[in-house]
């Protein structure tokens, strides 16, 4: 029997997982007719899933928390039980901004706090705030911004001006003179340093190395009720993921992605952040950052608790919520381990044994605890060195407090 | 109450405050999501604000709702979560309205079920003037395909069509993607495809 499942979408290059489990055959494997629901804001996509228009959706981190939350609109419990990729993210700024950074763009790229604080120093030097452009409030993306500008003491609520707009409408709005920069998913950073608009200022995997990115958001009464749907659902992802993942496979993913009816896109600025390319400033070499964006490998897909506290520690940080142990809690439960463990129980997927871990605190590939087969754990180091323990978020908080 | 309408397209706009008019709303004011219109907005003090759900700036308006120091009151979507065949249809629509607090939802709904009926006429004239683009774009590459093949394989203008079609059957396409492609052949040889 085959089963009707629409999820919602945003142009983006981590769509990917989605478009290869419907163009590449893994979904209909599952026996899952899958309908890609292209919207152009995440509020229309945050609608369509909170009423009930599509199943899933695409959807950025924090907002599924924010959603849980009461934060964005009409209050919905919201359910994440699987990653749809981690990292992915560019700033980038007019050339005449960056001009006041180091010039050595891979330079500038290898060093984000150095960057920070260049950036800091202009700030005193130009005409006025600037104004930078995030996709969403509670994008992974803004969390990220804020958290490298505090790093150098700049003040993301008073010392620059982030102004709200959707990530396909950033190279416009950039080439009208509205924004100085912006951070958004890919391929719209390229898209702007491609026009000839804008240099590559940081890359969101040397912010966090392993950022935490786009999830699978579902209603979660709606996950409760279908859970042989769900669990066939994500064991297609997997195998879609696994097949995104593969270098092999890039040239043919971002010729698919490139489609109207997905990015839109040409294929060859999709294809930088597939294989970590990145052209930094127009006509220059790419400079190699080969985990720019993950999608299978080192159990990217696995919703640690302990992420999903980090964005509630960032939330916090913002004075975008007031803190109390009942919210935290609800707040890590929108990441659902158990459902994934359960979804992909009888897969070859390296399955983590445990559902919190320290955020930040590997330099190296390390082999952690697995239910089943080698799991590796990527470097997930912060700029700063600084490392979240998701049972300690006050002090984690007055850490930086204490540091601007 | 002060309605604005947010929105892209002059046309539809015009249609839903033509609507409005008729049933006896006086003050109404359009604005196209561009530039500034946040700041617009927001010295307007606008009791309902209505906006195209496909609009790729729907975050920048709400982004907007949520810091603004300049509205008195808040301003939330929809005004009656309850009413769940409302909001379906509203999405359907595409019609997406924000309301301040404390506006009576009986004041509100007459207003979006016109803003959904005129949304969904809209859609639906867009909607078969698009099938006629394409249904007339499509026979242009078509015909062009025919020529190319009646100039170059000496063929009259029914075998041609029939040899593109059982090229297209074979390859399990449309006709119209196997005269694009061999458009595009035509033009990479240089056979001067007309």
Redesign the interface.
Known sequence: MTTDLKIAFLPLTDAAVLVAAREQGFAAEEGIALELVRSTSWATLRDRLVYGQVHAAQMLAPLAVAVTLGLSQQPAALAAPYKLNVNGNMLVMTSDFAAALEPDVARRIADPLGTAHDFAAAIGLWRRKPVIGVVHRFSSHSLMLRYWLASAGVDPDKDVVLRVLPPSLTVEAMRAGEIDGFIAGEPWGSAAVEAGLAETVAIGERIWRRGVEKVLAFREAWLEENPAIVDRLLRALAQAAAWCDDGGNHAALAELLAQPRYVDQPADLISRALSGQMVARAGETPVANPDFMLFSREATPFPWRSQALWIYSQLLRWNMVEHDAATAAKAGAVFRPDVYRRALANSDVAMPGASMKLEGAVDLLLAVGSRRGELTLGPDRFFDGQVFDPERIEDYLAGFVAGR | MRIVIIDDSGLRATVLEEGLREAGYDDIHIIPPR?AFVARLERMAPDVVLMD???????????ML?VSRALARPI???VD?SD?AM??AA??AGV?AYVVDGLRKERVKPVLELAVRRFSAFAKIQGELDEARTALSDRKIIDRAKSILMNQRSLTEQDAYALLRSAAMNQGKKIVEVSQALITASDLLGGGGL
Do not use: K, N, Y
């Open positions: 530039g759900l496909g609009s790729p700036s729907r975050d920048t308006l709400e982004e949520t939330a979507m929809f979560q769940e909001i379906g999405i359907d997406s």
